[in-house]
């Protein structure tokens, strides 16, 4: 379960959202259900004119981290 996540749109602690959850139950439901948490931050990149995606996903900001530096690395070691 995203809890930074769910702190960082509710305002609420990191201990808040774990005593919530845990008093709801919501790791099952959430392992049941799955959802996206999508960020609030503008898309500005572009591929063909076109935003490269609708919008940025939390869970999948540590493999886009990853990928920015490998091009990095490519372009500084390719010069």
């Known amino acids: ?3 930074t996540y769910i702190g960082a749109v509710t305002g609420a602690s ?3 959202v774990i005593q919530f959850s845990d008093r709801h139950h919501l790791v099952d439901l959430v392992a049941r259900r799955p959802g996206p948490c ?3 931050l503008p898309v500005r990149a572009t591929l063909d004119g ?4 609708a919008a940025m996903d939390f869970e999948e900001v540590p ?5 920015l530096g490998t091009a990095a690395a490519v372009v ?3 010069t």
Not at 63 to 67: F, N, P, S
């Open 76 to 78: 500084c070691l390719s």
């Open 50 to 53: 076109r935003p490269w995606r």
């Open 38 to 40: 999508p960020m609030s």
């Open 1 to 3: 379960m995203a809890r």
């Open 63 to 67: 493999e886009l981290m990853r990928h």
């Open 14 to 16: 990191r201990w808040q």
